[in-house]
């Protein structure tokens, strides 16, 4: 009873969190400085999906996730699409529910940033792969899906948190460097986004620079967090 008591709750404040924005985001003050956000402070996804994100810090019981727990390492709480039904290349892939090589179709993440400065910012994300078959992530900007976001991948490091910015491409499935970025067209706000690619993919946080430099371990202090009833202008 107190577990059925507990799922409860746990989904009333998924719906709760997700079913309408925040009001709040993210600035970027200055050319070269860098924004870091946490997964977990996404403003919202929609509900009712065939998979969603959840804090690891607040999982339901019962839903498909073959890994442990990894919160010793990640920055706070982090996120992670579920159910996870292809953990091996032996699992069967089901596309539109444990894979999607489209952008924008499934679990879409959304952070409202407020950008001072327009131009081309390398998306880095710090991430925890157990394998092949959870190392995949899309980043869209406002709505829009460029090939400059589509199929991040990391390859090399699994077991352990770790900073890409690679895309994948049918020649190098380990990804190519300098190719995952999203250029921002002017001024103002904007909403960068993030849709699953592979499920079981576990989120910690990202960053956008100007510069392509991987962030050092856990990575720079997170950026200011604004509170506000609306964007400005």
Same mark, same amino acid.
């Given at each position: 009873?107190k577990?059925?008591l507990?799922?409860?709750?746990?989904v009333?404040?998924?719906?709760?969190l997700?079913?309408?924005p925040?009001l709040?985001?993210?600035t970027?003050?200055?050319?070269?400085?860098d924004?870091?956000v946490?997964a977990e402070?996404f403003?919202?996804f929609?509900i009712?999906?065939?998979?969603?994100w959840?804090?690891?810090?607040?999982?339901?019981?019962?839903?498909?996730?073959?890994?442990?727990?990894?919160?010793?390492?990640?920055?706070?709480?982090?996120?992670?699409?579920?159910?996870?039904?292809?953990?091996?290349?032996?699992?069967?892939?089901i596309?539109g529910?444990?894979?999607?090589?489209?952008?924008?179709?499934l679990?879409?993440?959304e952070?409202?940033i407020?950008?001072?400065?327009?131009? *081309?910012?390398?998306? $880095?994300?710090?991430?925890?792969?157990?394998g092949t078959?959870?190392?995949?992530l899309?980043?869209?900007?406002?709505?829009? $899906?460029?090939a400059?976001?589509?199929?991040?991948?990391?390859?090399g490091?699994?077991?352990? $948190?770790?900073w890409?910015s690679?895309?994948?491409t049918?020649? +190098?499935?380990c990804g190519?460097?300098?190719?995952?970025? &999203?250029?921002?067209?002017?001024?103002?706000?904007h909403?960068?986004?993030?849709?699953? *690619?592979e499920d079981?993919? +576990?989120f910690?946080?990202f960053? &956008?620079?100007?510069?392509?430099?991987?962030?050092?371990?856990?990575?720079p202090?997170?950026?200011?967090?604004?509170h506000?009833a609306? &964007?400005?202008?």
């Open positions: 009873m577990s059925i507990t799922n409860t709750l746990l009333a404040g998924l719906l709760l997700t079913s309408c925040r709040r985001y993210f970027v003050q200055a050319a070269q400085e924004i870091v946490e402070d403003d919202r929609p009712g999906e065939i998979r969603n959840y804090n690891n810090q607040w999982t339901p019981e019962g839903l498909q996730d073959a890994d442990p727990d990894h919160g010793e390492g990640a920055v706070g709480s982090y996120l992670e699409i579920l159910p996870d039904t292809r953990q091996t290349h032996a699992d069967p892939l596309h529910e444990n894979f999607s090589n489209k952008p924008g179709v679990g879409v993440l952070y409202p407020f950008f001072k400065t327009p131009g *081309r910012y390398y998306v $880095w994300v710090r991430a925890y792969y157990t078959e959870d190392n995949g899309h980043v869209g900007i406002d709505g829009e $899906w460029p400059s976001g589509q199929r991040m991948q990391w390859c490091q699994p077991n352990q $948190w770790h890409e690679k895309q994948r049918e020649e +190098e499935h190519v460097e300098r190719q995952i970025y &999203l250029d921002v067209p002017a001024a103002g706000k909403i960068v986004q993030f849709s699953m *690619r079981g993919f +576990e910690d946080r960053l &956008l620079s100007m510069r392509y430099q991987r962030p050092k371990g856990q990575g202090v997170k950026s200011k967090l604004n506000s609306r &964007l400005p202008d």
